[in-house]
Nanobody
């Protein structure tokens, strides 16, 4: 069974840093899109940053210059380095993978991690 396992969330003061990591487990031959979304209380889930296998990245304006997404294809991981954190960054952060080859061709359907809480205190 394929899963996305996240780690690295926690409580940090404003101005601090955290690194989130997500590892895909199970039988996977290829992942095109990897990334992070977040959902704050009472708000819709929103894109934070995504990266494609060809190196293209998409980063939300609200985190540009503060957050950096990276991936390691050999380890099937994606990381999110978060610097200069603000209270508005408080949310549950979800890892996402899409356009995946499980050995029977590429499946566009996304899979999600369970989410990891990030809380930034003022």
């Amino acid at each position: 069974q394929v899963q996305l396992v996240e780690s690295g969330g926690g409580l940090v003061q404003a101005g601090g840093s955290l690194t989130l990591s997500c590892t895909a487990t199970g039988i996977i031959f290829y992942i095109n899109h990897l990334g992070w979304y977040r959902q704050a209380p009472g708000k819709q889930r929103e894109l934070v940053a995504t990266t494609s296998n060809d190196g293209n990245t998409n980063v939300a304006d609200s985190v540009k210059g503060r957050f950096t997404i990276s991936r390691d294809n050999a380890k099937k991981t994606v990381s999110l380095q978060m610097n200069s954190l603000k209270p508005d960054d408080t949310a549950v952060y979800y890892c996402i993978a899409a356009d995946i080859d499980y050995g029977l061709g590429r499946d566009p359907a996304p899979i999600w991690g369970q989410g990891t809480q990030v809380t930034v205190s003022s």
